[in-house]
């Protein structure tokens, strides 16, 4: 087994706010090998930002890491300098974001943003870095890319800009790419390109992705391995066939239920009635108790441990506990 | 940008036109100069017969009339007091003023600059809550007191600098503090609060997540997108720094425009009221277009 290129344990990220302290990351743990990609999926506030801009070393006040390790190639990124930190981010770990019309800035060039990277990170020239950029721009597909090399980011469709937001991450060849919700605000004709897009480049070096999504259909199609999230807490962690076959959390089984599927017609999708609770009002038991149709005394008031099922599969709820005390 | 520009200068005229009928109408409120212009004993047909000489007994469409036939040949009649056409006397104060002016912006925009950058991005820490509140004491003292106490502390009782007047560099300084750190109290405040916005901003993350150094990601990327608001709310404002020239030139007895200005309005000096107004108007509604310009070459995706 190759060592893992990104191993996070026990990270707990809390927000310092005026109505108390919120937990939106409890006690994340997993692992990324290089190469592999993994998918963060959940509904709306179950921690997935937070998780990976914790692992960016961007989450501002009143938020903080409270605990826990964040092991990149072994190295824990939660003690690193700032200056290490800035180092490795944009070079070994880069970022997309969920909003390709507001994360580039307004004045300044698409060419000007590619080539800062690429100036700051590999020490190029200024010409070194807008033949690169160039070069990134023609790679992820952006016709006349010496033409939106000099345009501003206005005059881009969401599309383009995601486009080069991925020429932007990749122009230093990172080791992990993490995309958040890369496509969510895109058509649905485009999401698709860009993220066979964002797969054929990094299969090239090797990069490791963390992709967060809420599309379960991408999933399918692109990663290796899924870790559900809820509340802050992963619920479920396993290989992709694993999850799609055998899902064992009640939660996971529900946003599956909730995915339409071609060859099960069905006249009316399911949904998980109610949302998630905001992190930190439920104190006792499991955090999925309120909206689980399968809850038991237990789950209110005793928390679930996130329990090896097998060698790949992990699962966070009583159900399992007892099904193998049973067999 | 070409285009554009002769838009804007165009636009300057209409603007002057209202202004110079706004002025005509307050001076024919304010009234009668006559009084003021003879001898106490004057008689009433003494009076009489000047105000004929003046056309003061005409009606007023006659009377604008005239006043803007005057005007298109920059003539803005005769001062009272000066026995002189009023326009020359007013343009040879102008430089005063003008050098009062750019070192109360230099002075502003050294301290503001800086202070508000500084203030954003230490949010909430002692020294933002001492910029801040320094800020809002600041605006709040008036310029006139402000002037007095500099010129007690300074001039009287250290002697670094001239009280009044203007001649060298040190006649310069305690005027140009009075009216620059007035500005730059708004000013920080202005820049503390647009930074604040923008480095929320998504296009900030991003510049993070790139390795990018906080100098860089705050001085490059935050700050010249938290001065587009800065420039077009200064520029509005230019009308409050007139207001503070007035006073200042005043305290400090400074020969410029504000002090003739406040002058001929106590000696009902009409003349170089009105020529003063216009003036000032004039240079009103030209830092607005410079505030436009800048605007423009700072953001790209205003279109001319
Ligand atoms: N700056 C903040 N201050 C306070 N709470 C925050 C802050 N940022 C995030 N949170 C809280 O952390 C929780 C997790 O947020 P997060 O953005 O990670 O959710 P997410 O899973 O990415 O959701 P989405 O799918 O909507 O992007 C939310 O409940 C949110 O309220
Ligand atoms: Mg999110």
Redesign the pocket.
């Known amino acids: 087994m190759a060592e893992a290129l990104l191993e996070i344990k026990d990270l707990k990220t809390y927000?310092h706010?005026e109505n108390g302290v919120?937990p939106?990351?409890d006690g994340v743990s997993f692992s990324l090998k290089k190469g592999e990609t993994i998918a963060i999926v959940?509904?709306?506030?179950?921690?997935?930002?937070?998780?990976s801009l914790s692992i960016m070393g961007l989450i501002g006040s009143?938020?903080k890491i409270e605990g826990g390790e964040v092991l990149f190639e072994g190295q824990d990124l939660t003690t690193m300098s700032k200056r290490n930190m800035r180092k490795l981010r944009g070079n070994d770990i880069a970022m997309i974001f969920?909003e390709p019309l507001t994360s580039l800035n307004p004045l300044f060039t698409v060419g000007n943003q590619i080539s800062e990277s690429i100036r700051l990170h590999q020490k190029a020239s200024k010409e070194e870095a807008k033949i690169k950029s160039i070069e990134m721009l023609k790679k992820v597909g952006i016709p006349r890319a010496e033409k939106v090399y000099s345009s501003y980011p206005h005059l881009l469709s969401g599309g383009m800009r995601q486009r080069v937001m991925i020429a932007m991450a990749l122009s230093c060849n990172p080791k992990l790419l993490i995309a958040?919700?890369p496509t969510t605000a895109l058509d649905v004709t485009i999401q698709a390109q860009i993220l066979q897009l964002m797969k054929n480049l990094t299969n090239e070096n090797d990069t490791s992705i963390m992709l967060?999504t809420?599309d379960l259909g991408v999933v399918a199609e692109m990663v290796d391995t899924v870790i559900v999230?809820y509340a802050?807490q992963v619920v479920e962690y396993t290989d992709v066939f694993t999850l799609f076959k055998e899902p064992k959390h009640p939660y996971t089984k529900g946003l599956l239920d909730s995915t339409p599927k071609i060859h099960e017609l069905k006249d009316e999708l399911q949904s998980i009635e109610g949302t998630?609770p905001?992190?930190g009002t439920i104190t006792q038991g499991c955090k999925f108790q309120t909206r689980c149709t399968r809850a038991t005394a237990k789950c209110f008031v005793e928390e679930p441990e996130l329990k090896e099922l097998s060698s790949n599969h992990k699962v966070r709820c009583w159900l399992h506990e007892q099904e193998e005390v049973a067999i | 940008m070409g285009k554009f520009l002769i838009r804007r200068l165009l636009q300057i005229i209409p603007v002057l036109f209202i202004i110079s009928f706004v002025v005509f109408c307050l001076v024919f409120v304010a009234g009668d100069p006559v009084a003021l212009m003879l001898p106490e004993d004057a008689s009433p047909e003494d009076i009489e017969q000047l105000r004929e000489s003046l056309g003061l007994n005409e009606p007023f469409h006659i009377q604008y009339f005239t006043y803007m036939l005057g005007l298109f040949q920059l003539d803005f009649g005769e001062s009272f007091r000066y026995g002189q056409s009023a326009l020359p006397i007013v343009l040879e104060r102008l430089p005063a003023t003008l050098e009062l002016a750019a070192a109360s912006m230099i002075v502003a925009i050294v301290i503001a600059i800086p202070l508000g950058i500084w203030s954003a991005t230490k949010k909430n820490s002692p020294l933002d809550l001492l910029a801040t509140g320094g800020s809002v004491l600041w605006k709040a003292m008036p310029n006139f007191w402000l002037g007095i106490m500099l010129i007690l502390l300074f001039s009287v009782t250290l002697g670094w600098f001239p009280v009044s007047g203007r001649g060298n560099f040190s006649h310069l300084v305690l005027p140009a503090l009075t009216l620059g750190t007035g500005i730059a109290a708004e000013m920080t405040r202005l820049i503390r609060s647009s930074m604040l916005e923008i480095l929320n901003q998504d296009y900030i993350r991003t510049a993070k997540s790139k390795g990018i150094r906080d100098f860089y990601v705050v001085n490059k990327h935050a700050f010249r997108n938290a001065l587009i608001p800065v420039v077009t709310i200064t520029a509005l404002q230019t009308s409050t720094v007139v207001g503070g020239t007035l006073i200042t030139e005043t305290v400090f007895s400074w020969p410029g425009l504000g002090q003739l200005l406040i002058q001929a309005v106590n000696t009902r000096d009409m003349a170089i009221v009105q020529a003063s107004v216009f003036i000032i108007a004039f240079f009103v509604i030209l830092m607005n277009l410079l505030a436009d310009i800048i605007y423009k070459l700072l953001d790209p995706r205003i279109k001319y």
């Open positions: 927000f706010t919120v939106s990351v959940g509904e709306s506030g179950s921690g997935k930002s937070v998780t009143p938020g969920q958040d919700e967060i809420h999230m802050g998630v905001a992190p």
